[in-house]
Nanobody, 117 residues
């Protein structure tokens, strides 16, 4: 199984970006999907998650600005980021809990998001 993330970049404060992540390989089902981020010198932190049924949850720091969604037919998860702030600057990683006989956690390679002030 592979997770391929894309969509990062450089944006000014107040701007928007949309991250995408698609899973491929041997998959029976995908349970939770989500996004984490890691800023330089910091630990990886959870940003948002969405269940297979579409129920979403967000970290307080992004609530009201970020929207997570998924396309089950495409095995994909998205993160629409609006109202970006310099403190959102980080490498963003997608995550998926995938079942193929057994259930395991998989991570994308990370995509850089840089917000300038």
């Amino acid at each position: 199984v592979q997770l391929q993330a894309s969509g990062g970049g450089l944006v000014q404060a107040g701007g928007s970006l949309r991250l995408s992540c698609a899973a491929s390989g041997r998959i029976f089902s995908i349970n939770d999907m989500g996004w984490y981020r890691q800023a330089p010198g910091n630990e990886r932190e959870w940003v948002a998650a969405i269940t297979s049924g579409g129920s979403a949850n967000y970290a307080d720091s992004v609530k009201g600005r970020f929207t997570i969604s998924r396309d089950n037919a495409r095995n994909a998860v998205y993160l629409q980021m609006n109202g970006l702030k310099p403190e959102d600057t980080a490498v963003y990683f997608c995550h998926a809990r995938i079942t193929y006989y057994s259930t395991n956690d998989y991570w994308g390679q990370g995509t850089q998001v840089t917000v300038s002030s």
